[in-house]
């Protein structure tokens, strides 16, 4: 008898489908629309736009793009080389280590909106479409092929999630939203670069100054754009233009090139830094630089209590009001009820020492409460202090700060018999006050930074970040968390303190009202926080860029008004939702927000 026997099927696994894009184009249809358009876009930006120059930029030359057609040239010329790159041209596959899929669709879609932008803008403030030359319409045509192009390239979709039969409406509609999100992100999405191979030193030393050069060119481009229209083209540009470089690769190769050259990464950016004020005519931005490194220079001071050591301080801008008070009562002023004129190094120690002092009273008996309570506390420190420097006024309490109207006339600094109040010739350049002064900030970041550094590195940082990520296993493991968490609030205390001593000076008054938790007007403790949070927790350069965008952002936007508030606010809940990690965030925080991240080899002490 013949038994046979039969395996159990077993079911098949469905193929995969086949990848497509958003839009019905065939692949190589698409990549050639958007590299044609791209190149198109080019062409357009050398032609006039408009017939009259009513429109600021004057978009009316042929031959030469001015305002913001320089923008779009820029989105153009990155969609026609991520496009030729795609193409494997020879010579142009460095671009795109990660894949120039992605990449072309943000440059695309940068120079879309920009050139849309700039129709609609010239429309609207002239009074029609008929105000536009040929050049519009030839350059809104380009990026509308080019962006249709794009969306047609193909991508791999996610598998859909099965819905619940009995599911409401709200509830269908809510599952179809969250699966076309998902759609959407993986069309842009973009793959993981190749590392960078072994150059020679001078090589990576030649990228990394390219790489500063062109961040130093980017943000003197924003500083200085003169009409509302190129600061919002400006955005735009810059955004999607980053975005694209993100998803090329580029930012991960460079990133892996400086962190082999930290320390001279570390000091190109600040001879970078130096050359700000030489490609001023004037001393306007400069203004805005120095107060740019005062206000980043005060939120790395918090980054150490929040970012280090996990400690949420709401009251943090009162240190920056402690050593601006001490600085100002010694440095000559006539409202100072101390008739003493300390050299700057001397008032510098005494606004750093004092604010040190009031860190650990403050800290003292109150770093044993944690998370809301901590923050509750600290928050009511800082409006103590603004209601005590209110009211030692000599009529409700001792003449100590003069009350609201605070210590004027506060001279300007003479060290060495240079004058920082005086214009000085430097190499056929004129160096005005607030560039002076931009200078001397610069040397007070560089020291924060070094402090901060060092700090980090140390045993103490490493105990920080131990408290920071679980308070109680790091106190099982020893570590004496009261006292470490008092140094790191004294620490950043002094450095509050450091730069209120040059903040004295720049703004000649020293008020309380500078010193508010939150206001239109940086810095405030909810500024510095959200410079902390929106730059990146625990890293160098987060605070620092983050301090730059919120106070040059709301700079620009006054022509809102009313509004300019809720359009800063509504920027920056959107960033925080799509990029919660913050601009440049540590690696370890950066796997937290995103868990399906490959994890690096090696991680440093603090995370980075």
Same mark, same amino acid.
């Given at each position: 008898?013949?038994?046979?026997?039969?395996?159990?099927?077993?079911?098949?696994?469905?193929?995969?489908?086949?990848?497509?894009?958003?839009?019905?184009?065939?692949?190589?249809?698409?990549?050639?629309?958007?590299?044609?358009?791209?190149?198109?876009?080019?062409?357009?930006?050398?032609?006039?736009?408009?017939? =009259?120059?009513?429109?600021?930029?004057?978009?009316?030359?042929?031959?030469?793009?001015?305002?913001?057609?320089?923008?779009?040239?820029?989105?153009?010329?990155?969609?026609?080389?991520?496009?030729?790159?795609?193409?494997?041209?020879?010579?142009?596959?460095?671009?795109?280590?990660?894949?120039?899929?992605?990449?072309?669709?943000?440059?695309?879609?940068?120079?879309?909106?920009?050139?849309?932008?700039?129709?609609?803008?010239?429309?609207?403030?002239?009074?029609?479409?008929? &105000?536009?030359?040929?050049?519009?319409?030839?350059?809104?045509?380009?990026?509308?092929?080019?962006?249709?192009?794009?969306?047609?390239?193909?991508?791999?979709?996610?598998?859909?999630?099965?819905?619940?039969?009995?599911?409401?409406?709200?509830?269908?509609?809510?599952?179809?939203?969250?699966?076309?999100?998902?759609?959407?992100?993986?069309?842009?999405?973009?793959?993981?670069?190749?590392?960078?191979?072994?150059?020679?030193?001078?090589?990576? @030393?030649? @990228?990394?100054?390219?790489?500063?050069?062109?961040?130093?060119?980017?943000?003197?481009?924003?500083?200085?754009?003169?009409?509302? #229209?190129?600061?919002?083209?400006?955005? @735009?540009?810059?955004?999607?233009?980053?975005?694209?470089?993100?998803k090329a690769g580029l930012v991960a190769q460079?990133?892996?090139?400086?962190?082999?050259?930290?320390?001279? =990464? *570390?000091?190109?950016?600040?001879?970078?830094?130096?050359?700000?004020?030489?490609?001023?005519?004037?001393?306007?931005?400069?203004?805005?630089?120095?107060?740019? $490194?005062?206000?980043?220079?005060?939120?790395?001071?918090?980054?150490?209590?929040?970012?280090?050591?996990?400690?949420?301080?709401?009251?943090? %801008?009162?240190?920056?009001?402690?050593?601006a008070y001490a600085a100002a009562m010694v440095?000559?002023?006539?409202?100072?009820?101390?008739?003493?004129?300390?050299?700057?190094?001397?008032?510098? $120690?005494?606004?750093?020492?004092?604010?040190?002092?009031?860190?650990?009273?403050?800290?003292?008996?109150?770093?044993?409460?944690?998370?809301?309570?901590?923050? *509750?506390?600290?928050?009511?420190?800082?409006?103590?202090?603004?209601? =005590?420097?209110? &009211?030692?006024?000599?009529?409700?309490?001792?003449?100590?700060?003069?009350?609201? &109207?605070?210590?004027?006339?506060?001279?300007?600094? &003479?060290? $060495?018999?240079?004058?920082?109040?005086?214009?000085?010739?430097?190499?056929?350049?004129?160096?005005?006050?607030?560039?002076?002064?931009?200078?001397?900030?610069?040397?007070?970041?560089?020291?924060?930074?070094?402090?901060?550094?060092?700090?980090?590195?140390?045993? @103490?940082?490493?105990?920080?970040?131990?408290?920071?990520?679980?308070?109680?296993?790091?106190?099982?493991?020893?570590?004496?968390?009261?006292?470490?968490?008092? *140094?790191?609030?004294?620490?950043?205390?002094?450095?509050?303190?450091?730069?209120?001593? %040059?903040?004295?000076?720049?703004?000649?008054?020293?008020?309380?009202?500078?010193?508010?938790?939150?206001?239109?007007?940086?810095?405030?403790?909810?500024? $510095?926080?959200?410079?902390?949070?929106?730059?990146?927790?625990?890293?160098?350069?987060?605070?620092?860029?983050?301090?730059?965008?919120?106070?040059?952002?709301?700079?620009?936007?006054?022509?809102?008004?009313?509004?300019?508030?809720?359009?800063?606010?509504?920027?920056?809940?959107?960033?925080?939702?799509?990029?919660?990690?913050?601009? *440049?965030?540590?690696?370890?925080?950066?796997? #937290?927000?995103?868990?399906?991240?490959?994890?690096?080899?090696?991680?440093?002490?603090?995370?980075?």
């Amino acid at each position: 008898m013949t038994t046979q026997t039969t395996a159990p099927g077993t079911p098949s696994t469905p193929a995969a489908a086949p990848a497509t894009g958003l839009i019905g184009i065939p692949e190589h249809l698409g990549r050639a629309l958007a590299t044609g358009g791209g190149a198109l876009t080019v062409v357009s930006t050398f032609l006039a736009w408009t017939w =009259t120059a009513a429109f600021p930029g004057d978009l009316t030359v042929y031959g030469y793009p001015g305002g913001l057609q320089v923008l779009a040239l820029i989105g153009g010329a990155l969609t026609t080389l991520f496009g030729l790159s795609s193409y494997g041209v020879k010579g142009l596959g460095w671009l795109t280590p990660a894949g120039a899929d992605g990449a072309i669709k943000f440059s695309a879609l940068a120079a879309f909106a920009t050139v849309w932008y700039t129709v609609v803008a010239i429309t609207v403030d002239l009074g029609g479409v008929v &105000n536009l030359e040929p050049g519009g319409f030839v350059a809104a045509l380009a990026t509308l092929v080019a962006l249709l192009g794009a969306l047609a390239l193909p991508f791999e979709r996610p598998a859909p999630e099965p819905h619940d039969p009995d599911d409401t409406g709200w509830e269908l509609f809510r599952h179809r939203l969250r699966g076309g999100r998902d759609i959407a992100k993986a069309a842009f999405a973009g793959g993981t670069a190749r590392p960078v191979g072994a150059l020679p030193s001078y090589a990576e @030393i030649l @990228i990394i100054v390219a790489v500063l050069g062109l961040g130093l060119t980017v943000f003197t481009y924003g500083i200085g754009t003169e009409y509302d #229209e190129l600061f919002i083209g400006f955005l @735009i540009t810059a955004a999607f233009g980053f975005a694209a470089l993100n998803k090329a690769g580029l930012v991960a190769q460079a990133s892996q090139i400086t962190a082999r050259h930290q320390n001279i =990464t *570390i000091c190109g950016a600040f001879v970078a830094a130096a050359m700000f004020p030489f490609t001023q005519t004037d001393d306007q931005y400069a203004t805005v630089g120095v107060y740019i $490194l005062i206000f980043g220079t005060v939120a790395l001071g918090l980054n150490i209590v929040v970012g280090l050591a996990g400690l949420l301080d709401l009251g943090y %801008v009162a240190f920056l009001g402690v050593g601006a008070y001490a600085a100002a009562m010694v440095s000559g002023s006539p409202s100072s009820p101390f008739d003493v004129h300390f050299p700057f190094w001397a008032a510098v $120690l005494v606004g750093a020492a004092a604010s040190l002092v009031f860190g650990v009273l403050i800290g003292a008996p109150t770093l044993r409460l944690r998370g809301d309570y901590l923050a *509750i506390v600290t928050l009511g420190f800082g409006e103590i202090f603004r209601i =005590t420097a209110n &009211n030692l006024d000599g009529t409700s309490g001792p003449d100590v700060t003069n009350g609201s &109207n605070g210590i004027s006339s506060i001279p300007n600094l &003479n060290i $060495l018999g240079f004058d920082f109040g005086a214009e000085h010739a430097v190499a056929g350049f004129t160096i005005g006050r607030f560039a002076n002064y931009f200078f001397l900030m610069l040397v007070i970041t560089a020291i924060v930074v070094l402090v901060f550094r060092r700090s980090g590195d140390s045993r @103490i940082g490493r105990a920080w970040v131990a408290i920071r990520e679980d308070e109680t296993a790091a106190l099982a493991m020893g570590i004496n968390g009261f006292r470490v968490k008092l *140094i790191a609030f004294a620490v950043g205390a002094s450095l509050a303190g450091l730069a209120g001593t %040059v903040q004295a000076h720049v703004t000649y008054t020293v008020t309380p009202e500078q010193y508010l938790f939150a206001g239109p007007i940086p810095p405030n403790s909810a500024f $510095l926080l959200a410079a902390v949070v929106l730059g990146g927790m625990g890293t160098i350069s987060g605070p620092l860029i983050g301090a730059a965008l919120l106070f040059l952002i709301p700079n620009k936007l006054q022509f809102l008004g009313d509004y300019q508030l809720f359009a800063f606010g509504l920027a920056l809940i959107l960033l925080m939702r799509f990029r919660p990690e913050g601009l *440049i965030p540590n690696r370890r925080r950066q796997l #937290e927000f995103h868990e399906d991240a490959e994890a690096p080899t090696v991680l440093t002490k603090a995370g980075a």
